[in-house]
């Protein structure tokens, strides 16, 4: 039942992502074409931000997806993984940050909704972004070919604090809301 429902919240919240969110960016912004190919970033010096992204891409079974490198290129230097909770993460840095756009909006939103086992998480990425200086209108295509540690010190980027889920035994960790809704159901019937 609970791997159900984070099935459900993971395609809700990609769908938000992809569905939602990058139909307005698009129509609301310019993007740059990424001027870059993955054979591109795979001759570039290791260490540098272009090779991050790479092994971003690689550590998630990702590529090159059109609209998305940016999106990637934080994700990799702020260090925040490829799933619900990084995703979550990343939403909350940015929000933190001083990204005030429609796709952060509602994906923070919907994040905070159905993830509360990762409010916590949320919070430190939103006090990590409020100790960053403003991200907004870095020009991270133009950074890809310098060192990510510089990128990092130029940035003055605050250190990464995810905490690991914890577990109970086997299973995987509980939802409160479910709990919650699972005792309500029980008390009502008990009526």
């Given at each position: 039942?609970?791997?159900f429902?984070?099935q459900c ?22 993007i740059d ?7 591109d970033?795979r001759k ?22 059109k ?6 290129i934080k ?9 619900d ?7 909350y840095?940015l ?22 086992e990762f ?11 409020k ?11 133009g950074l890809?070919?310098t ?8 940035l ?12 109970r035994?086997?299973?995987l960790p ?9 005792w ?6 008990a009526?």
């Amino acid at each position: 039942m609970i791997q159900f429902i984070k099935q459900c919240r993971t395609r809700l919240l990609a769908w938000s992502i992809h569905q939602l969110a990058l139909p307005v960016i698009r129509l609301l912004c310019r993007i740059d074409k990424f001027p870059f190919t993955e054979h591109d970033l795979r001759k570039m010096e290791p260490g540098t931000l272009g090779a991050l992204l790479l092994a971003f891409w690689d550590r998630h079974d990702l590529g090159l997806l059109k609209y998305y490198e940016g999106h990637d290129i934080k994700h990799a230097i702020l260090g925040y993984p490829a799933d619900d909770r990084g995703e979550a993460c990343l939403q909350y840095f940015l929000l933190g940050n001083g990204y005030r756009s429609f796709p952060v909006l509602i994906s923070a939103a919907i994040s905070f909704f159905i993830m509360p086992e990762f409010h916590r998480d949320m919070r430190i990425a939103y006090i990590r972004g409020k100790q960053t200086p403003s991200l907004v209108g870095v020009n991270w295509l133009g950074l890809l070919s310098t060192p990510a540690v510089a990128v990092i010190e130029q940035l003055r980027i605050a250190p990464a604090k995810i905490r690991q889920p914890k577990f109970r035994g086997k299973h995987l960790p509980q939802l409160n809301w479910l709990r919650l809704w699972w005792w309500a159901v029980r008390a009502n019937v008990a009526r």
